[in-house]
């Protein structure tokens, strides 16, 4: 198995005494190694009672499990390359990820290992952690995937042959089962190929169509159970069975509207909260309990209920709130960075983590060789118990509990 060494330190245990309180600990913090860094495609964690942080970078797929590094006696930590094993023959582009997260524990999650050519996919096989090969698709149709968190969607992204992403173009989504089978196709016309995700249950299928809206597309029939008419700019789900989506429109940028089963309940208005911003940030929780929206600066929280916030949260002039992300009990982790930088630029960052009325925890600093406009990317794991944060040059995790 290949090894590459990082860096780590182990950060001090931090209590931070708030009303209510709460507990952000064993924490660390890991250097990307140098051959990695700015190759990272993705990080996320794999589900399971001892997850494990997966890298998606170029060179294959990394991991590092969440408990070694916090060994004192490990004197350095190292992080292995898990896909594509050394000892295979066939040589692999890329590692498709389940998305929008890994639910399995990692020796179980399926992982697609995809080999292109003339700018479409070749071959799509899907192996778990172990290596077990679990289904093989070779269909030269599609320039993309998207693989359930499950595993047991898959749906091609076919260009009718162009082969090139190119912006209003039709596109075919190809449904197939875990076993290869093709259960039905959707044609759309989205904004971009890449505006289509499945719900973090794995049961439903999102599209956002820039002529017919966002719709929802039941993955074990490709019927259509809801759309959304209008140009979506972006938007988050929850699970299917609540199925609730919170969505914001080009033509309305400070409103923030969130429909249940593709009926409207309903919209925020940040105009009517003095929030004199446009929204940049969304997240919903996987039990559509909790939503949070943000501004540059602004973050407001609510619940499914009603569009009144429950809690709001401000950060420093200097600052801009870059991602966002909300457990299944209404925990919110902020992520923000130096503001008016350009990417040539060094910065710093703080994050903060938040209860549900938007009091503010605990909150960190990180530093950034270069800025980006959406880092440090945040993401709690499913139990809400984990935080991963990532930037360009390295990953911290927390765990935070609830008294």
Do not use: C
């Not at 700015?38 to 996320?44: I, K, L, M, N």
């Not at 899907?126 to 698709?137: E, T, W």
């Not at 429109?249 to 009926?263: C, P």
């Amino acid at each position: 198995m290949f090894i590459l060494a990082g860096d780590l330190f182990i950060a001090s245990k931090t209590l931070v005494h708030a009303d209510p309180p709460a507990i952000v600990s064993q924490a660390w913090n890991f250097v990307i190694p140098q051959e990695l860094k700015y190759r990272t495609r993705e990080v996320t964690f794999a589900g399971g009672n001892s997850p494990k942080i997966l890298l998606n970078t170029q060179e294959g797929l990394y991991g590092i499990d969440e408990q070694s590094n916090l060994n004192p006696d490990i004197p350095s930590p190292t992080i292995k390359l898990l896909l594509p094993s050394p000892d295979e023959f066939v040589s692999w582009d890329a590692v498709l990820l389940p998305s929008p997260v890994v639910a399995s524990p990692y020796i179980d999650a399926p992982f697609g290992l995809i080999v292109h050519g003339d700018h479409v996919i070749r071959r799509l096989q899907i192996v778990n952690g172990a290596g077990k090969v679990q289904m093989k698709l070779e269909d030269s149709r599609h320039l993309s995937y998207r693989l359930s968190p499950d595993g047991k969607s898959i749906v091609g992204v076919d260009s009718r042959g162009k082969h090139i992403g190119q912006s209003g173009q039709r596109f075919t989504y190809r449904f197939f089962s875990d076993r290869g089978q093709v259960i039905g196709e959707v044609t759309a016309r989205p904004g971009t190929w890449d505006q289509a995700f499945h719900t973090p249950d794995s049961k439903g299928f999102l599209i956002n169509d820039r002529i017919e809206g966002l719709s929802f597309y039941e993955t074990s029939t490709t019927a259509r159970r809801w759309s959304i008419p209008g140009k979506t700019k972006f938007f988050s789900s929850s699970d299917s069975v609540v199925d609730r989506t919170i969505v914001v429109m080009f033509d309305s940028n400070r409103h923030a509207s969130l429909y249940e089963k593709g009926k409207l309940s309903w919209t925020l208005d940040l105009e009517k909260q003095e929030v004199h911003e446009n929204i940049r940030n969304i997240a919903i929780s996987a039990n559509g309990e909790f939503i949070a929206v943000s501004g540059n600066r602004t973050l407001l929280l609510l619940s499914a209920t009603n569009s009144n916030p429950v809690g709001r949260f401000q950060v420093a002039e200097n600052l801009t709130i870059n991602s966002v992300s909300v457990s299944a009990k209404g925990m919110v982790i902020l992520g923000t960075q130096q503001a008016h930088l350009s990417g040539n630029d060094s910065a710093f960052g703080k994050v903060f983590v938040l209860n549900r009325t938007g009091t503010s925890l605990h909150q960190e600093n990180t530093h950034h060789e270069r800025s980006n406009a959406w880092t440090p990317t945040v993401q709690f794991d499913q139990s809400g118990q984990l935080v991963l944060i990532q930037t360009r040059e390295s990953l911290h995790l927390r765990r935070v509990n609830e008294p």
